[in-house]
């Protein structure tokens, strides 16, 4: 049986002023539990689709369903409610906050939402558990390496336990030994049935960490591939 | 244009809100300090040179037209010491009533009036300043002196004369300023021709000026050279300059310290902004600097180019600035002329030079400090700025305030300022300038308030004004001008008629009547007023600095300044010399009495009663009892009164004094520019400061962070500030308050009590205190908002 679509392109098409459109009648589906990488050259308009799915941008054309809920839709603190609750994102630089401990940053979607401090705490020290990075609770970001930074930002993005995980070139500032150790945290959330689309153009990380890889070109889908992740 | 020009070029225009912000705070310091510099130029001596500018009158004489000529005065211009002289002008002593328009009793008395007649303001002495209105060159017009204490405030006002033949009438076409106050109102030389009263000879009015009149025996023997010059026995009166000088001075001196205040704190928060905005503007170039040094900019091209680029905003701020500062202080200096008494002569050029100049230099100081540093920085810390974590800063505060029981968005703000200490120094500065200056300035509002209703001393619901109609020739009644010789008298109308008259009308609760009469006391010099009180007047509205109010005949109180001319102190006996019987008062009472011009005793009619029997009230102060309406009770009572040629008015005071109004206006506007530009200075430093976070508040948005929250973090981010600069400003400004009032009363020769220094309530000084949030936040709005409507996507990929 097919499973619930949690992402829902149609048509969708993003213009930036008078210059060739980034994404050209973009349509994709992507269901609960798929793991999907979207790779192509630098350019091609695959982050432009990322920040459409998440709502940090909206279409110039077409519809974007992330969840059941219209994201092209909402109004600014609409999309900012909806993506903390229905979206975690890793970023390639990480994007910790470098004033706040690991643990606050873990902790910062939650307590946005408006969960208790208490409960903020426990649910951070599961995810640093789960991730192997318990240790660092109280240090600063710019004391970890690559790898835990983004460990740290892993788990910040499921604080709120979001049916979605974004991550944008997630291995993209990481050098080769953190790189792994990314990909397999990757693979390890998508085996627990986390929903995972990974922009990237590494196409190493696309083969070992996605069950489909959706190849952009210009602003257009030139290829959806169903592959098995390589573990 | 080569590669610098370009580089500024694209940095002014790229860097729009800091160009914005650099021009707004640098126009705002420039109309501030041209403001401040005047207003410390306009206290600087300002009867002096307000006497100078309207060659002011050394000597004001007034001639008997029966026993000298027009001619014969002409020629005494040439008298030995006459360096210049103007007239001669008729002049004459009228009894103006009150028109139908003034808002008054209809014929009601308003005070005697000197009037001159001159065909135009200007002369080579006394070279009056027409203030609103023009000049009276037709026949029933009439131009009033600022200085003629009535409530006449409109032009087209008329004033009748009932007393003078044909009951003329004349309608105020203008008001008038003579810094020598050689008169109360003018007319044309015709008009006065034509208003000559029977029975009194007419005058004439010489002003002369001298070379040596610096001090009172040389005006006097100028005096005397102009008496010899003339007919004996023509010179009926003189008034001395000096004289006037001093009850100006001593006017003026219980605002100059005020003034110098504010004049100074502009100006310092201007060198305290300009400096905030542009080394800031220049601090977050740092990163941009790192990109021309790798391109090959030697650190000499750095700073010129962010010299330039601070210098072409803050020019066109500068250049703006002044022409908004001059134009401000046309209002503001007039309204300080009209506190000091004196002219404007508009901002004196030296000032906008020297505020050009210090503006244009200050900003190319504090750029070339912040560029040099940012210069020498090496080229690759310079490109890291921004991109790598700043080590340790504002970490303790993040963690403490990440403990706090408030929603993170407000946790979060809190925190950041810690991050920039420097930054957040400036800031707090600024915000404590901008509650210094509202905190003293609210305080000074109430003190000058205190000041104004201790002078009215106005707590009588009617007054009936017992002068009965004109009768004769010769001394001057209370309230007329103190420089002038007025050569005819009222006599007061038949007290016991006038007490039966009040103690019959319903509606009276209790009254007291006030006499005035002048006795010489000795060691002090000249006369001595006194007002002598029938009935109970401890109601009667003086304020008490120390003592108590007199109680019982011999007994009397006395303002400092005539225990400061007599040396005395309470508890002393002095002697009053009154029509050759020697009285002996004890001061129990120092009294708080602020215009007097004269020295002044306050006590019991029965005092006077061995040396004047016949003394009777000029005047009746009553109380009305709870409910009943002043209006129709003076209405009631005028009905009665009428028979003995008296009327009754409302006691209470005819709205705030010109110079109160002025005081509170320029309070108002001061203020009003002073926390706006630290407001300004708040601001620049938000927009720098989330401009900087810009990336953070991306990630905080992409987390989840909504529009409302990210205004609720910037605008907690400046609370923390706002409140500390807040404690800080509160006590500064009560302590510049604190300072100052005293201040203002000893250089006028008073002392002020204590109530007049303790004006803050406590529900007041806590929103002053809160005024430094209030600057905080009105400050940080448009960053806020800034930051709110930021798309996500955009923040997250700067740089």
Redesign the interface.
Known sequence: MMSTPVIELSGVSRRYQEGPAALDQVSLTVRAGESVAIVGPSGSGKSTML?LI?G??RPSAGTVTVDGTRVDALS??GS??F???KIG?V?QFF???????VA?NVM??A????TG?GAARRRAGELLAALGIERHARA???RLSGGERQRVAVA?SLM?RPPLLLADEPTGALDSASGEDVKALLNELHADGQTIVTVTHDLTLAQACATRTVTIADGRIAADVRTEAVR | MSGLGRVVRSGVRRRRVQTLVTGLATMLAVTVSVLGGSLLVASDGPFDRAFAGQHGAHLTARFDASRTTAEQLTSSAHAAAVTAAAGPFGTATLDPHTGADLGLPANASLPPMTVVGRTDPGGPVDDVTLLRGGWASGPGQIVLADSYGSPVQDLGTVLDYPELPGDPKLTVVGFARSVSRTADAWVSPAELASLGAPGTAGGYQMLYRFASAGSTAQVAADRAAVASATPPGALVGAQSWLVTAQGTNRNTALFVPFLVAFGLLGVLMSVLIVGIVVSGAVGTGTRRIGILKSLGFTPAQVVRSYMGQALVPAAVGTAVGALAGNALAIPVLSATADVYGTTTSGVAPWVDVVVIGGALGLVTATAWVAALRAGRLRTVDALAVGRTPRAGSGRRAARLAARLPLPRPVSLGLAQPFARPARMAGMVAAIVFGTAAATFAVGMGSSLNWVQAAKNHDTADVVVNAFGPPTGSAVAGPGAPSNVTPHRTRATADPAAITAAVNAQAGTEKYFGTAGTEVTVPGVAGTTSVFAFSGDSSWAGFTMVSGRWFTAPGEAVVPSTFLTASGTRLGDTVTLQDHGKAIGVRLVGEVFDPHTQTDEVLTEAATLAPAEPDLHPETYSIKLKPGTDAAGYATALNGTLAPLGVTAGSGRSHGESGTIVALDALTALLTLILVATAGLGVLNTVVLETRERVREIGVAKALGMTPRQTVTMVLASVTVVGLIGGAVGLPLGLALHAVTVPAMGHSAGLDFPAVAIDVYPDSELALLGLGGVLIAVLGALLPAGWAARTRTVTALRTE
């Open positions: 920040n998440a940090l941008d600014e603190a900012a409610r993506r903390r609750a994102m970023f994007n910790l906050l470098d004033d706040l401990t606050d910062l979607p307590e946005m939402a408006g401090r600063y970001p710019g910040r709120n």
